[in-house]
């Protein structure tokens, strides 16, 4: 694999964030299991059910998030991959999704070969930034977005840089166990990194704990850790266990449609309301 060196020296190749461009966030946790997928794909229906016009990027090569809103890979002519290599606009990559105002772009196993395909190109880190760029300038009211959510791969490698170089923050899910805080600061010096570079107005702007068991002496010593380490950082929603989060994604569904009533479906739809004031407060400043 190629590694990161120079990728930060690239060159910006299109604006940062224009007004009337949607907010874009990231899911990014180099850990593979820790809720990036179903985070993206359940925040963004809990915002889509609240009104917002969300569109969920999918940049893992393994293709979570599209699998589990139930899109079929026969219908995956057109992905992120295409995209990201220049092959084509994003907005030719997008399909609707069963949820209302929900849209994706999906991924393919070809995604993994980025690295390589880019090569050296100087705006190799801002393909994803440049591509977003031109999505709203030419939609009409009903068809731009508010929010788009791009799901990471398990890695902190290009496609991950290019998520962080598009994006105005980070959503870091961290699942509640004893290995959870491993790895956050090399995430953080990450951010860190493309913040000084690629990106300075890049701030993480929250982190989710997720799979929070309260039964579990373990998890609860988690949160106490990581709410002193990381202060105000960690969201007061915590994603619990739930059975009914795992099993909606094998019927091509966001937990919120399989089961809305469910504790699961309830913690996102928290989260999705805490994340909305986290915009206000920041519009605020
Ligand atoms: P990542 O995208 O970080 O690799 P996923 O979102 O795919 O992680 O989650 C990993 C696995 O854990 C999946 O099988 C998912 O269904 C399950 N899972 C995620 N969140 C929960 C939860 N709150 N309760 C139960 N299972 C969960
Ligand atoms: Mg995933």
Known sequence: MIGLDGIFKGENGGAAHEPGQPRILALANQKGGV?????????????????????????????????????????????????????AKLREAIIPTAVPRMHIASSTMDLSGLELELGSARDRAFRLRNAIADLNTDAT???????????????????????????????????????????????????EQVRSTLNPTLTIHGIVLTMFDARNNL???????????????????????????????????????YDLKCVGSEAYLKLATEVIQRERDLRAH
């Open 35 to 87: 809720g990036k997928t179903t985070t993206a794909i359940n925040l963004g229906t809990a915002l889509a059910a609240i009104g917002e016009r969300v569109l969920i990027v999918d940049l893992d090569p393994q293709g979570n998030a599209s699998t589990g809103l139930g899109i079929d890979r026969r219908n995956r002519n057109c992905s992120t991959y295409d995209v990201l290599i220049g092959e």
């Open 141 to 191: 009211d009903e068809n731009d977005y508010t929010y788009v959510l791009v799901d990471c791969p398990p890695s902190l490698n290009l496609i991950t840089v290019n998520a962080m170089a598009a994006s105005h923050a980070i959503l870091v899910p961290l699942q509640c166990e004893f290995f959870a805080l491993e790895g956050l600061s090399q995430l953080l010096q990450t951010v």
């Open 219 to 257: 998890s609860n010593q988690v949160v106490a850790d990581v709410r002193q380490f990381m202060g105000a950082k960690v969201y007061d929603t915590m994603i619990p266990r739930n059975v009914r989060i795992s099993e909606a994604p094998s019927y091509g569904k966001p937990v919120l449609v």
